[in-house]
């Protein structure tokens, strides 16, 4: 496969530099090219202010480098060393009951520190002058996966300030503020825009356009503070700049983001995520435990492709995507922490590449036996040897070699993907169980079920060429979307709870969904506790959440009880509810064969994805399955030319 390379996370700081040669060669001996270093080390390169220690950093270069090693350098500014703190006292982030967080872990800033800003700027520029046009930089990482550890949102003094200052210039003046946000309810009106304070501490629930209003400006400090460090390597590298995004961290806009980078990169944790990061039954835990969820890596990486393309304007741009961190084996922050199957690793690996990763990194070289991750395995043993990961590693890099050429597919289905969604609706759920993600989830893992490959497109995204688009619980559908649905001639389910909600979270007026031609009004919304349900006439039902539709559009569904489920406007068709999954599978089906899309019902735990000339083939469960005449076992991999 063209462009397809392996690589992993190394640590030179954390051995001796007698080992860096020999650890190297044997990267290389595995079929590694590339090795992220740096992405911590600043009390190693600054240990004092203004003293600096760059020759460890410039050896481990050159000998990776020399070795055959392409570098990616990160940024270090995950990592501020305990002196920036004693100078700078007031960067650390302040959680919502006020207190600041402590040295002694990591990223502890806040994003709208101004001198910890400056102090990056600093870091960034002299790492950029000294390594901007080193051969052996062929990549960098600016700071390490932004979000983590619940860091976006900070309540400081400084956070305060800008806030107001970005209420300035969003609503230009305080009576537009108070109109947007609704604040003559509980005589909440202020005077003056430096009255207003952080949505933190009020009595009871602040104002849910307040808190949109701080999850907008916090998404976008997160932009501003990435963007310093993208303005000055660019002053001084062509390299490609790449960011480390998470799996199911939805605090700040990713697109946003990518589009000052080149590369999107995300950190697969598979077995972690199955654990602590998605909702399933207990049954479905236990039959993934060594293997991970089917679906959870398939989603972000095609997420990650999207956000690899956004540009500035929205217009897509030739960005590509990368797993940047993958796990090797057992980590360690989940509540339980099984090893992965054997085979698994090369699994996670190929799906990566058959969704178009230009590269899959392992994290880490070496299991470190200190501090906080010493139980997090890597592909070497913290005496050397080899743990599993590493052999799964050099098979794949010898089969990567064999590979045909092949280029990501554009797929015909496409999934709307929106970052303020998750705010709004995390913001006022209105249910316990209405979270953005996981309808999203539940979307995409219908199609998955149905053999289909998915494209996630942002709400604002190109629809011309996909034949069919889901577009779930997107707050507020872009003036652009509502245009550009006029024209498209594909199949579109829509809703439910979409085009629900102003971009300051008020009902809009029309009600929704207010879709062009679809003469159809949410007269009311309800949402249902667990074990209650909708059921719908044509089989399944509405869980969690149920909207009553009226208005003269046709009722191309009901329940059972005779209420509007569905009311369509031709192939464009309104959800009156959170369909569970035996109605969202009928759902797609019956889109599908409108659409003379081809699905299978495929086994649980199988999965595959097309490229342009290949269908890979992905066996997630315990067991053997059959398909098309060939045997998958468990952790199973095939791919067959189209
Ligand atoms: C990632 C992080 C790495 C390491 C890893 C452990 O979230 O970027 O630095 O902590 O998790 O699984």
Redesign the pocket.
Known sequence: MTNRALGVCYYPEHWPEDQWSSDAALMVETGLSWVRIGEFAWSRIEPREGRFDFGWLDRAIETLGDAGLKVILGTPTATPPRWMVDKHPDMLAVDEHGRPRRFGSRRHYCFSHPGYRDECYRIVTLLGERYGSNPHVRAWQTD??YG?HDTTLSYSSAARDAFRDWCAQRYQSVAALNRAWGNVFWSMDYDSIDDIDLPNLTVTEPNPAHVMAFRRFSSDQVVRFNRVQTEVLRRHTDAPLIH?Y?GRILDFDHFDVGADLDIASW?S?PI?FLSDRIEATPEHKARFLRQGDPDMQAFHHDLYRAVGRSGKTGQPKEGGWWVM?QQPGP?N?APYNPAPLPGMVRLWTWEAFAHGAGAVCY?RWRQAPFAQ?QQ?AGLLRPDSAPAPALGEAATVARELADMPQAETATARVALLFDYPSAWAWEIQPQGADFDYFRLSFAAYRALRRAGLSVDILRADGELSGYDLILAPGIATLPQVFLDRLGDFPGTALIGPRSNAKTPDLSIPLPLPPALPGLDATVAQVESLPPGISVPLSAGGAFAHWFEHLEGAAMITETTTAGQPAIMSNGKQHYLAGWPDDAAFDRLIANACTAERIATRNLPDGLRCRDTSTHRFWFNYAPDPVEIDGMTLSPAGVAWVPL
């Open positions: 390490n996966e983590c480390n998470m950190d944790y972690g961190e980590v922050w994290f991750e997090h």
